[in-house]
């Protein structure tokens, strides 16, 4: 042990005894010190034992410490004890007078109650005064029968003595006064750390409460990953992706966690937790958790910490959002617009034929009549195409069958059927793409998403340009990107592209037609394969829609 953590066991024990006893500890030093001489003296110096004054000192010395034990200082003032070291002095008097010829420096045992008074609650100038007077009047008496011609030790002990005492006590009381303020500093800032204390379990609390009462998931992780803060709707989550069957609490990558087909497990790379760990931003992120009629529609969002000077990386905060209901609704609505759309492909395709049997027939017709036939033709051509969309889009969010595909060959396939239309608008095509370029994709559906895309970008390059689609492999993921130098659209409008139903001013006033369902089915499939899509333009410099797809680890000898 290091001696301050002594001192503190000293004064802790010193603290638990009673008033009798702590006096009698404070006299003990000076009694063993006298009770050695009584005991020595008769062998060493015999004379001692026959002189009245020091064999007075010793009997007071002795009744001194027999009070300590006798006295009830309980019931006394606090400062009553302190009689026992003045009286101390006075024996000590009376046994220096007695022993001088033999023990002249006994004077220096004044010591003893200069450190008791010093150190006591006694009023600085009362200690102050008495730690002088007491060695000078132990000092005095030998002093004055020496007169007129004292040795030099008896004027040491009247002059320079009291003075050292004097000292002794001022560095005491220095010292003591130091300590208390230092005491006191500790205890102001004791109580500081405690108010802060009770006012982050306040706040702890009051974050935990809302934590547990809003409807939405909550999980923080350090930079390693591991867990800092949940809250109960997240327990909730938690307990609903825990297999039916697992005995021990699941560890996270045990968690039924899975994909935006309801079926196909999610890697733990791509679990929402993992995703923000590794640094990502992101938000609707959309996963499902657990399996059977408990299973639920999650979107995630997750958003760096940053710590320290630097701002490096800290953690994440997740959040988890219920969104089972609103997935619900919008698979409902999507069935209702397929049954809709269904119902109306009958009617159409009756409509058409037989304008298309009067147009063709052998009948006369009148320039007039044949005028408004074209017009209700091309009108029930427009419905159909219009109906054809809403089935599309109805079918993109159907479940999508992955197997391993060429996005090469996708995209050949694609360029290839949008030729004549490139021709009819005179925009040129080019193709920056590795082959073979392999993918676990749904090759319908994929394929479906590219003729969007390229359609799109040609359908929008009025009066010539080029559409430029380019793909490559980049850590683990498929980026394929289709450019044209067509109008572009502003920052507003490029934030809204994917929205069904949404259509730029320059088309509508350019009369492009179309009905704004392409690119958020393609979205929608995109989505599906477990990718995302994004769009940059700016207006008269053309568009860039940018697709991420997992990719499939290369093989060798692999025939597509």
Known sequence: MTEQPLLRTAARIFRKLTPRARVAVCELPLTLVVGGLFVSAPALWPNLMQNGLFVTGILMHG????????????????????AIPVLDLVALAFTRSGAYGSLPGLVVLALFP???????????????????????????????????????????????????????????????????????????RDQALRQLLAASRDREMLLGTILDTIDVGIVAVDSKGETLLTNNQQK?????????????????????????????????????????????????????????????AISTAARSMKYGVDEGFGGAVIVFRDVTDVVQALAAKDELVANVSHEFGSPLTSILGNL??????????????????????????????????LLMSAAAVESIHLRRTDVAGL????????????????????????????????????????????????KYSPGGGRVTVRAARNDG????????????????????????????GAARQAAIPGVGLGLSITKSIVERHGGSIT?????????????SLPATPPQENVKA
């Open 63 to 82: 009744i001194l410490f027999l009070s300590c034990f006798l006295v009830p200082w309980e019931r006394l003032a606090p400062g009553a004890s302190l």
């Open 411 to 458: 995209v050949e396939n694609s360029l290839v059927s949008a030729h004549a239309q490139a021709d009819f608008a005179n925009v040129g095509l080019v193709a920056d793409v590795p082959s073979p370029l392999w993918a676990d994709a749904d090759p319908l559906r994929l394929g479906q998403a590219l003729d969007n895309l390229v359609s799109n970008a040609i």
């Open 356 to 389: 298309d049997l009067v147009l063709s027939g052998d009948e006369k017709l009148s320039d007039r009549a044949r005028t408004r036939l074209e017009v209700a033709e091309r009108n029930a051509e427009r419905l159909r195409a219009l109906v054809d969309d």
């Open 236 to 296: 909730e989550f938690h307990r609903v992706a825990t297999p039916s069957r697992s005995g021990a609490a699941p560890t996270r990558d045990e968690l039924l966690i899975f994909g935006q087909d309801r079926l196909t497990p999610l890697p733990p790379e791509k679990s929402p937790t993992q995703r923000a760990v590794q640094g990502e931003t992101y938000s609707d992120y959309l996963v499902w958790f657990g399996a059977g009629a408990e299973q639920r």
């Open 535 to 547: 769009c940059t333009s700016k207006p008269g410099r053309g568009s860039t829609f940018t697709v």
């Open 114 to 188: 200069v450190i008791w008074l010093s150190a006591s609650g006694m009023r600085t100038r009362s200690s102050l005064i008495i730690s002088f007077l007491g060695p000078l009047i132990i000092a005095l008496p030998p002093f004055i029968s020496h007169l007129p011609k004292p040795p030099s030790s008896d004027m040491f002990s009247v002059i320079v003595l009291p003075l050292v005492m004097f000292a002794v006590a001022v560095t005491i009381r220095l010292s003591g006064s130091n300590a208390r303020i230092q005491q006191q500093r500790v205890r102001q």
């Open 477 to 504: 993921w498929i980026q394929l990107e289709v450019q044209d130098t067509g109008m572009g659209m502003t920052t507003e409008e490029t934030e809204k592209i994917f929205t069904r139903f949404f259509r730029t």
